[in-house]
T-cell receptor, first 114, second 117 residues
Framework: SAVISQKPSRDICQRGTSLTIQCQVD?????MFWYRQQPGQSLTLIAT?????????ESGFVIDKFPISRPNLTFSTLTVSNMSPEDSSIYLC???????????FGQGTRLTVV | AQTVTQSQPEMSVQEAETVTLSCTYD???????LFWYKQPPSRQMILVIR??????QNATENRFSVNFQKAAKSFSLKISDSQLGDTAMYFC??????????????FGEGTQLTVNP
């Protein structure tokens, strides 16, 4: 199994500012995934973060808005830039230990933009 | 592209009874995995059960079992002897085996299950 520590657990931010979310895993993993869960909705993949390479973004998400870092095999950050109220969501990081196995999730970051 | 559909936004069941949550999916892949995750109010995503598409036998985990119909692209979850702690949002999810980018999960819209005492 994998234990994921995600920080902060929640934050209230002013529009126009940026927030960086951290995700720390207790074991080395090849890929980490960042999801967004808008209020009352399902999870949508933002991007896949590989160590040592650029993140791969899904349709509708761009690097300028959601820059991602992956400096090593146990850590990643997601920044939500130039925030607006529409960015109010839960952001979750996730890892897999092997293909097709259980995905492990952080406890999520509840972001409110005012 | 894959899609996952959960047609029941909300369901309720009495404690100790059985409930079935529906899920259908669409894919051109032949090899893939299907999952049911639960998300209680704590927001923590918890794996309930997992099914490998190449296995005909339906997966079972204690009180949880699935009815996997590959030809119909259907993957329902049955919860037996429902408990109050089963109250949560349940998500059906899909990941293809053939991709090189890892377990990129596609989630359904979710079903909010409430177990009543």
């Amino acid at each position: 199994s994998a234990v994921i520590s995600q920080k902060p657990s929640r934050d209230i931010c002013q529009r126009g500012t940026s927030l960086t979310i951290q995700c720390q895993v207790d074991s080395q993993v090849t890929m980490m995934f960042w999801y967004r869960q808008q209020p009352g909705q399902s999870l949508t993949l933002i991007a896949t973060a590989n160590q040592g390479s650029e993140a791969t973004y899904e349709s509708g998400f761009v690097i300028d808005k959601f820059p991602i870092s992956r400096p090593n095999l146990t850590f990643s950050t997601l920044t939500v830039s130039n925030m607006s109220p529409e960015d109010s969501s839960i952001y979750l990081c996730s890892v897999e230990l092997r293909r097709g196995a259980e995905a492990f999730f952080g406890q999520g970051t509840r972001l409110t933009v005012v | 592209a894959q899609t996952v559909t959960q047609s029941q936004p909300e369901m309720s069941v009495q404690e100790a009874e059985t409930v079935t949550l529906s899920c259908t999916y669409d894919t051109s892949e032949n090899n893939y995995y299907l999952f049911w995750y639960k998300q209680p109010p704590s927001r923590q995503m918890i794996l309930v059960i997992r099914q490998e598409a190449y296995k005909q036998q339906n997966a079972t985990e204690n009180r949880f079992s699935v009815n996997f119909q590959k030809a119909a692209k259907s993957f329902s979850l049955k919860i037996s002897d429902s408990q109050l702690g089963d109250t949560a949002m349940y998500f059906c999810a899909f990941t293809p085996l053939g991709e090189t980018s890892g377990s990129r999960l596609t989630f359904g819209e979710g079903t909010q299950l409430t177990v009543n005492p």
